[in-house]
Nanobody, 121 residues
Framework: QVQLVESGGGLVQAGGSLRLSCAAS????????MGWFRQAPGKEREFVAA????????YYADSVKGRFTISRDNAKNTVYLQMNSLKPEDTAVYYC??????????????WGQGTQVTVSS
């Protein structure tokens, strides 16, 4: 069992930056690939980024490539999402998830409760 808690969301102006964190409980964090997903109002939840168990490789949705960076610290049981050059269309609830290294949501077994990111224009 893995419990995930996201933090770091908030309100930021377009062009700004935020860093999301996702802290995991349990001793098996390094056994899981980690992913970030997001859900905007009125839209389905979508893939944002994934990172393999060791920290390499990583994979990004085209919409965030070059602006977002996913990383992890297995010693701290934490995965991060550094978000730069934020756009209003990045506004969403962001979720971290633990599972298999893939873009597919059903392959992630454990999910956090989400953290709100709002980007103003």
């Amino acid at each position: 069992q893995v419990q995930l808690v996201e933090s770091g969301g908030g309100l930021v102006q377009a062009g700004g930056s935020l860093r999301l964190s996702c802290a995991a409980s349990g001793r098996t964090f390094s056994s899981y690939a980690m992913g970030w997903f997001r859900q905007a109002p009125g839209k389905e939840r979508e893939f944002v980024a994934a990172i393999n168990r060791s920290g390499d490789p990583t994979y990004y949705a085209d919409s965030v490539k070059g602006r977002f960076t996913i990383s992890r610290d297995n010693a701290k049981n934490t995965v991060y999402l550094q978000m730069n050059s934020l756009k209003p269309e990045d506004t969403a609830v962001y979720y971290c998830a633990a599972g298999v290294y893939t873009t597919l949501q059903y392959a992630y077994n454990y999910w956090g409760q989400g953290t709100q990111v709002t980007v103003s224009s």
